[in-house]
Each structure stands twice: as structure tokens, then as C-alpha cells.
């Protein structure tokens, strides 16, 4: 079930990543519709990050493309925002929480131009709309997990932007942080904006979001939560990996030469 | 004291070079490692200053001179190829960075050594003072190091503070950086640079051994007193610039002192110390805040005692001696003593003639701390389903921990109970029930 829209805000194009020769995504081909809230979901190892980070242009591809707002990446970067996982970072970085909000605003401001009092005041206002502004000051080791994963938000924030890529900002946060993100994220879905989560919990997937992307190493199903979320496509995208996907994928590693040369 | 005067004021031409040339050095490396500390590239600097011996040997082979310049440039061509390739090496075979770094490290420091033996065995007579590259030799500074020193610190400050906020995020979280669209590899390849520079002009103080220590020192222990990048930039250039000083100041007093091992161990000493004596990340502020822990539980645990032995008579008004104490909960008389007269001192109990009583107050900390006690055996037995008979042992323990904030959650989620697991009561003071 791979439903494709007009006028899409998000085209994936034959995209095929690969690690050492060895494709981790095979062909992923799918449309967004603007102003949807988005989960792409699948197990372990399903390449949900690889997917994302593809799109945002930090890794190199085998094949395809992305096009967002119907225009390459390097066109619309100041509008696309991204928040990686929270655990990919050194939270001992010498920074206070403020610090970390105004880099949202360092790319919109452009390299080595000084940030302004209107960056100050923006990124604030992010942190209050993630209630972490009390804690401006603060030195970001001595925070908790749900923490940290608010101020990556706030960073997310204060770039302002359209479309916002998220990976796994559910991963290890309390039951009020998940409640005040999701909050978040429907507000944002409001303003029109459109967002992708990676997400694994398959409970909470269909209160969350409007628009499902199944992966397993390849696409297996997008569309809207209810024509997707169902047991058959569930079990094809839990059943296991192609094993004979894999074993190719094995042998383009093993002869160092990839799937695409 | 006359060597002192003498020194500080800068007289003598020699120590002028000596002491100007380290203070320039110690600036650019303490700014250059705190990037190199915080981008988790303590090795990398490592294997840049040992690369760079076959650049220096290469380049007097070659022009026949011992020049500044030259020298430096041979410096710099083998330094930037070693972190090219310890890159090429990490994206392009299975080894790890590690690895790929000792490889690069060794190989390098080996051919520089090799090319050193060609040098000294030619006889060439402007050879002197080449091996003093492997520890340094700063007495034999000239003016025109003194340049060179000065063009690369320059050039350190200004690209640090021109580009600022754009190193940070990139130090702090690259791939955000480039989702942004800021040219990531190109501000790598500035940091690089720049710490070869820093590199190829320092090893002329501390030489190729001892390099890494005056690059990480300095940032290792700006850490440990500041939160801030800009403090700890700020931080780093100063205690470099003291290293030197007083590096240089020691190895002026005795003759034949080496001046570039003294800078690396007065910085060693300033980062051991910094270690020991930083307020809350230090050893001993950790050592006081653990031991201001224990004497909390020790004194919570009398108080506690305090509290049983009152709930058996109905009466927390009674006095009670070392040896009934003793009775109720068993500890160490020089513990129990010391416990005593803490909180004697701190007005929770009174020492009168039939023994020690509870004042008021220690009589609402000792409820508190009983409570506490009995909430999370509760907790345990009706959220995690223990049996009654496991959860005191946990209970003992966590009653030191909780905050007011998380008694409120607790009683919130148990429904303000009145009685524990053990059909004891969970017992409030008047001032508790006024809250």
C-alpha cells in the first residue's frame, strides 16, 4: 500500500543508501502531503534514522533523490529543521540551555555573521514553548533525559522552518515530556507545518499521527494511519527482513563494489 | 630572590625570547585544544606532532639550512598529511580511529627518526640542534621564531573569533551543522589546520614528545572550573600562558634545566590540581558532598531511633541514654557519639541529665524521616507488588533520598494513607498537617 499524493511536500525518489557497499535501504519510493504529522515506523536496524538522515543530505546516496517543497535541498535548507537523536551528542559540551536554542538560529543567520537580539528573543521564545525556559541558564549536563530532548526541540523551534525532521525525540523520556511533546507537535501540525518522527512504538503510532511510513530496509506501505496500520501490512514489516535482500546485500559488501555500479 | 627580579623583569635578552616565545606558544595550543578536547581529538594531536619530525628533517635535507621557516613549512606539509590520512585510513578500511591513529602516529615518528640518523651521521655541520625537536629545546629561541610564533596566534585568535558560533555547533553536534547547510568539512579542515600550525610551532618549546600534554592540559583542566566555551577558551590561554611562565622561571634558575619538560609538568600540576580542588566536579568536592551524605544518614538514623523508641512508650517526649539507644538500633559508639553531638549543636535534641530528648524540631525531622521510610514501603508493596517483608531494606536507603517534591508524588499516588505495610501508622506532625 504505497499511496502516492499531488503536489507533495516531501518526494523520495528511488533512494537507495548504503554502508560499506552494503545497501541498508533498498529503492524507498513514496510522497508527503503538506501539513501531515507523520511516523515512520519500523523495527530495529529497518534504517528509520538512515531514512531521514538521507533526506536531510548527511549521507551519501547509491541512488535517487529527494525533492522538498517540490526544490533540491540546498534551495530550501533555512525552511527544513532537524532533530537528531539525543543521544548522538556529548551532553557534557561545555553550554548552558540558551546556548543550545540559539543554534537554532546560526544557519538562518548564515556563517560567521553574529547572532542578534532578535535570535535571543526567538529562541526564548522556544524555550518557553517547550516549558524549559526556567532553566535558560542552566549548564545542559545536569538535565534529564526528557530534558536534553526539550532543548533539542527548542533548537528544532527557533529555526522557524516548514517542514521538521525528527528521530526518535520519544526515545527515553518521561510520561510529561511525551505528553508535552506530542502536544507540541499537534500545535506545529496546526500552524501547518509538516513533520516526520521516527518512531517505534507501535501502541501509541495511530493516536499520534495522521500519515504512516512502514520500513523494513525497504518501503513497505504510506498512507494515512488507518488504510496502513493494519495486521497484514504490520506483519510484513515485523515479519522479518527479505532474507534474500539481505544475502545480496551481503555479497555487494563482501566484493566491495555496492548494488549500483 | 635576585634570580626572581631578574627574571620577571625581563632583562636578559635570552630570557626574554625564552619566556615571550613559550607565553605565545602556550596561548595558541591552550586555544587550539580546547576544540581538540571538545571534538574528541586528543590522539589526533598526538599523531600530528609526531608526523611532523620527517617534515622537519625532509626540509633541511633539502634546503641545507636550519631556517625558521623552511623548517615550519616542512612541519606543516607532513603534520596536515598525517591527519589526511589517519581520515583516509578511518573512511576506508575496517580499522577504527584508534587504530588508524597509532599507525599513522608510529610510522610517521619512525621515518622522522630514520631521516634524523641520515642527518647525524652526514656530518653536516648546520645539523646542530635538529634532534632537539624530539624534547624541545626553547633556550635556543630566536627572534624569527618569535615572529613566526606571534603570525600563528594571531591567526588562531582571529579565525576562533570570527568564526565562533559556527565552530561551537560544529564541536557540539556536526551533523545538525550540516543539516543547517554549514560547510562542515571546510570548518574541519580550518580546526585542522590550524591545530598542525600550533603543532608544528610548539614542538620548538616542549618538542614531539611531549606536544599532546601542552595542547590538552591547558583545556582538561579549564573544564573542570567552567561551563561556558568562551570561559574555558578564556580559562585554557590563561593557566597556558602560566604554565609557561613558571615553566620558564624554573628552568632559568638552575642551569642546564630543560625549559619545555618544566612547562608540560607545572601544566600537569595546574591540571591535577584543578582535579582535586574544582568546586562540585572536583575528587574532594565529591569526597565532601558523599561524607555530608553519610552524616545525613547517620543523623536521620538516630533521630529515627528516637522516634521508635517514643512510639513504644506513646510518649516522644522521654529521654533516652547511649546504651537504649543502642539497643533500638545497633551502631559504633564513636558514631553514635559524634551523631549525638551534631545534632545537640544543631538544636534537634537536648542534652539533659536522664539522657537526650527530641526538641520540636528534631521531633518533626525524626516524623519525616519515618514516614518517608513508611510511604516507600508502601509504595513497593502496592506499585511493585514486594512482599511487606522485603521492602524494608530498600526503605532504609531510599528515606535518605527523597525530596519534598517527590513525597508530595508519593502521597499524591497512595491517597494520603494512614498506615503501612506493616499496620504501623504513617505518622504527621501537627506542622506537617498545617501544610
Known amino acids: 500500500m504505497i499511496q502516492h499524493v499531488d503536489n507533495p511536500i516531501i518526494e523520495v525518489h528511488d533512494l537507495t543508501v548504503s554502508y560499506d557497499k552494503k545497501p541498508v535501504l533498498w529503492n524507498v519510493d513514496f510522497t508527503i502531503p503538506a501539513g501531515a504529522l507523520v511516523g515512520i515506523i519500523g523495527p530495529n536496524g529497518a534504517g528509520k534514522s538512515t531514512l531521514i538522515k538521507a533526506m536531510m543530505g548527511l549521507l551519501p546516496l547509491s541512488s535517487g533523490y529527494t525533492e522538498l517543497f517540490g526544490k533540491k535541498l540546498n534551495d530550501v535548507r533555512k525552511r527544513v529543521s532537524y532533530v537528531p537523536q539525543r543521544e548522538s551528542v556529548d551532553w557534557d559540551f561545555p553550554a548552558s540551555v540558551m546556548d543550545i536554542a540559539l543554534m537554532g538560529r546560526y544557519g538562518q543567520r548564515g556563517l560567521f555573521n553574529r547572532i542578534t537580539a532578535e535570535d535571543r528573543s526567538i529562541a526564548r521564545q522556544a524555550l518557553e514553548e517547550v516549558h524549559m525556559l526556567e532553566f535558560a541558564n542552566r549548564q545542559i549536563g545536569q538535565l534529564s533525559g526528557g530534558q536534553q530532548q526539550r532543548v533539542f526541540l527548542a533548537r528544532a523551534l527557533a529555526q522557524q522552518a516548514d517542514l521538521y525532521f525528527m528521530d526518535e525525540p520519544f526515545a527515553g523520556v518521561d510520561a510529561a515530556t511525551e505528553g508535552a511533546i506530542i502536544e507540541l507537535l499537534k500545535e506545529l501540525k496546526s500552524q501547518g507545518k509538516t513533520i516526520l518522527v521516527v518512531h517505534h512504538d507501535l501502541q501509541s503510532a495511530a493516536d499520534y499521527f495522521d500519515w504512516i511510513v512502514l520500513l523494513n530496509t525497504r518501503l513497505v506501505a504510506s498512507g494515512p494511519v488507518k488504510e496502513v496500520l493494519t495486521p497484514t501490512l504490520l506483519q510484513e514489516t515485523y515479519g522479518g527482513k527479505l532474507s534474500l535482500l539481505a544475502q545480496v546485500g551481503d555479497i555487494a559488501s563482501s566484493k566491495g563494489v555496492g548494488t549500483r555500479e | ?435
Open chain 2, 1 to 435: 630572590m635576585n634570580s626572581l627580579s631578574q627574571f620577571l623583569s625581563l632583562s636578559d635578552a635570552n630570557v626574554r625570547y625564552v619566556v615571550i616565545g613559550c607565553v605565545l606558544l602556550g596561548i595558541s595550543s591552550g586555544l587550539m585544544g580546547v576544540y581538540t578536547l571538545l571534538r574528541k581529538r586528543a590522539l589526533i594531536g598526538d599523531a600530528i606532532a609526531h608526523a611532523v619530525l620527517p617534515g622537519i628533517c625532509i626540509a633541511f635535507m633539502l634546503s641545507g639550512v636550519r631556517n625558521t621557516w623552511v623548517l615550519f613549512a616542512g612541519a606543516v606539509v607532513t603534520g596536515s598529511l598525517a591527519v589526511y590520512l589517519v581520515d583516509l585510513i578511518t573512511r576506508r578500511s575496517r580499522l577504527k580511529p584508534d587504530a588508524a591513529i597509532a599507525l599513522v602516529l608510529s610510522v610517521f615518528f619512525g621515518a622522522g627518526i630514520l631521516l634524523l640518523t641520515i642527518i647525524q651521521s652526514s656530518g653536516n655541520a648546520a645539523q646542530s640542534g635538529l634532534d632537539k625537536f624530539l624534547f624541545g629545546k626553547a633556550a635556543a629561541m630566536l627572534p624569527e621564531d618569535l615572529w613566526l610564533f606571534g603570525v600563528v596566534l594571531l591567526l588562531v585568535v582571529l579565525v576562533l573569533l570570527t568564526g565562533y558560533k559556527d565552530f561551537k555547533l560544529l564541536a557540539f553536534d556536526k551533523g545538525y551543522a550540516q543539516s543547517q547547510g554549514i560547510p562542515v568539512k571546510a570548518l574541519e579542515m580550518v580546526l585542522s589546520t590550524l591545530t598542525v600550525l600550533t603543532v608544528a610551532t610548539g614542538i620548538q618549546a616542549v618538542g614531539v614528545v611531549l606536544m599532546s600534554s601542552l595542547l590538552i592540559a591547558p583545556a582538561a583542566a579549564s573544564r573542570y572550573w567552567t561551563h561556558r566555551l568562551s570561559g574555558m577558551l578564556i580559562l585554557s590561554a590563561i593557566l597556558a600562558t602560566l604554565g609557561a611562565y613558571i615553566g620558564a622561571f624554573i628552568s632559568y634558575t638552575k642551569p642546564g634545566m630543560p625549559t619545555g619538560p618544566w612547562i608540560v609538568v607545572v601544566l600537569s600540576c595546574i591540571t591535577l590540581a584543578s582535579m582535586l580542588l574544582a568546586p562540585n566536579q572536583g575528587v574532594i568536592a565529591r569526597y565532601l558532598q558523599r561524607r555530608k551524605h553519610r552524616n545525613k544518614i547517620l543523623q536521620e538514623n538516630i533521630l529515627k531511633a528516637f522516634f521508635h523508641l517514643g512510639e513504644k512508650k506513646n510518649n516522644q517526649a522521654l529521654a533516652f541514654g547511649m546504651e537504649v539507644l543502642r539497643q533500638q538500633r545497633d551502631m559504633p559508639v564513636a558514631r553514635l557519639k559524634s551523631g549525638l553531638r551534631q545534632l545537640v549543636r544543631q538544636g534537634s535534641l537536648l542534652d539533659t541529665n536522664e539522657g537526650y530528648q527530641l526538641t520540636r524540631s528534631g521531633l518533626e525531622a525524626a516524623t519525616r524521616v519515618v514516614r518517608l521510610h513508611r510511604l516507600w514501603e508502601l509504595y513497593l508493596s502496592r506499585h511493585l507488588n514486594i512482599a511487606p517483608d522485603h521492602v524494608h531494606e530498600d526503605a532504609e536507603g531510599i528515606e535518605h533520598l527523597i525530596t519534598p517534591e517527590l513525597e508530595r508524588e508519593l502521597e499524591l499516588l497512595l491517597d494520603s494513607p494512614g498506615i503501612d505495610p506493616h499496620d504501623s501508622q504513617i505518622p504527621y506532625t501537627q506542622k506537617d498537617r498545617n501544610r
